[in-house]
C-alpha cells in the first residue's frame, strides 16, 4: 500500500475523513490572483514551455496554498491528491518555485513557521530524547497528532529553506528558522544514528515498521527486511522497539545536504560557531558513508544493515542522493555516472526507481522500478555539480518532455511515461526547476532580467 492511500484508509485513529480537503476550501490570500500573471515573469522561446510553466504554477504551486487551519496557525501547503497535511518532502519544491513570484516572502514564512510551532507543542508530551523532532506530515484537525505521524521525513528542511533564500534573499526568514532548524538536526542524529556511526537509519515511536518506511521512499526494495528494535544502548522505563536496523543511503545523504544548507545559511547569518558544529556533522558522515556505504561492485551507496554495517544488495534511488549531496569523490562520481548511465537505470524514461537488474523491478511499481520527476531533478543536480552535464540533460530533457506529452503527475510508468499516482501532485514542479536551473539542453526557460 502507498503511504498516500494508507493515509486515506487508515481511519478515524489515523487521519480518517478529514483527510481528504474540502471542495469549498479557499486558497491563501495573494495566490488566486498570480496566475495570470507568471508567464511575465519568465522567458523562452518554446511555446509548449511556457503552457507547461502557466500550469505547473496555477496547478502544482499556487494552488497548493490554504489558509491557517489549527493546528497550523499560519498558511499551509498541501501536497495535492486531495490529502490534508504539510508534509516536509514534498513542500520544499513547491516553497522553491513560489519563492521566485515578488510579494511571497509572508506566506513562505508561515510554511515555514508551522515546521517550528509543532515542535514545542510536540515537547510538551514527549520525553526529552523525542524532542525536537518534526513530523512527516502535520495534518488539521487532528488531537491524537503526538501519536500519528509519530515519526519524521527525508531531512530536506534546510536545502529548502537555502533553495528560498537564493531566490528572494528573506532574511527575515532565516533568523526566524536557523535555531529550530538546528535542534531538528540534531534530533535527527541523536534519534537516527542510535550507534553513532555518522549513518542515518528510519525508525517511529509508534512502532509499526511501515511507519519506519514512511520516513524515506515508503517502499524502496533496500528496506524489505527492515525491523524496528529498541535503542541498542538507552534503557529507559517507556522505551519501545522505534529504532530501524538498516541504514538508508538516501536518508544520510539527504542530512548530509541539508546540514551543507544549513552551514551556507549559519554563514550568511553571520554565525560561525553553528557553521563550526553543522561541519563536523558533515565530515563524519561523508567519511562514514565512503567508508561504509560505496559499493564499487554497484557503482554506487548501498544501505547497510545498523548494527554490523553489512551492505544490502540492492541499489534503489536513495542510493544516487550521493550525488546531490556532495558526498563522493570525483573518482566515485565518475563512477555513478557510467552506471547511470547504463541500461540498468536507463530506461525509456529514467532513472527507475531500483536496478533493473532487481528481481522486484516492475516498471510502475511505487517506488520499485517507478519515475519521480523529484528525485530525477536531484541526481540531475549532482550529476551537473560533478561535471556530468550530458547525462543530466539527458535525465532533465526526457522528464519534462514526459510531463509535455503525458501530463502532471505524481510519478511516472519507467518503460510507458505513462501518468501514475497523483494528478498535479505539488513537488512535480521540479520539471520547471530543471529548466530554471539550466540543466536540460533541449527546453530552455529563465526568469526575465
Known sequence: MQRRDFLKTAGSGLLGASALLSASCTHAVGTDKDTKDIRALFESDDKAVMDLLETVYDKCVLGKVFPAEAPMKHNWIAPGGGYRGQWIWDTMFVVDLLAILPGKEQIIRDVFQNYWDFQPRWNER????????????????????????AYSQIPILAWGLERVYRRNGDKQLLREALEPLERFHEWYWRE??????GLIAVGSYSGDVQHGRFETFDFECNLD??????????KGDKEGAWYGDICAAGNTAYLVMGERSLVTLAEIMGDAAMADRRRARI???????RANMWDEATGTFLSVKR????KVPVATVGSWMGLTAGVPTPEMAKRMAGVLAGP?????????????SDKRWKSDGFWRGDVWPATNYQIACGL??????ELAAAISDKTVANAM???ISEHYDSMTGKKLGVEYLGMTCTVIAMMLDGLCKDHHLKLKV
Not at 143 to 149: G, I, Q, R, T, Y
Not at 307 to 310: A, W
Request: aromatic share 6%.
Open 126 to 149: 514527549t520525553p526529552e530524547y523525542a524532542h525536537d523532532m518534526i513530523p512527516c506530515m502535520i495534518v488539521p484537525g487532528k488531537d491524537d497528532w503526538d501519536k500519528f505521524p
Open 192 to 197: 537516527r544514528d542510535v550507534t553513532n556511526v
Open 225 to 234: 527486511d527492515l525491523k524496528l528494535t529498541p535503542h541498542p544502548t538507552r
Open 283 to 289: 565530515d563524519k558522515a561523508v567519511a562514514a558513508m
Open 307 to 310: 548494527d554490523t554495517l553489512e
Open 344 to 356: 540498468n537505470w536507463q530506461t525509456p524514461l529514467p532513472v527507475c526507481t531500483v536496478d533493473r
Open 384 to 389: 551537473a555539480a560533478y561535471g556530468h552535464r
Open 405 to 407: 506529452t503525458n501530463g
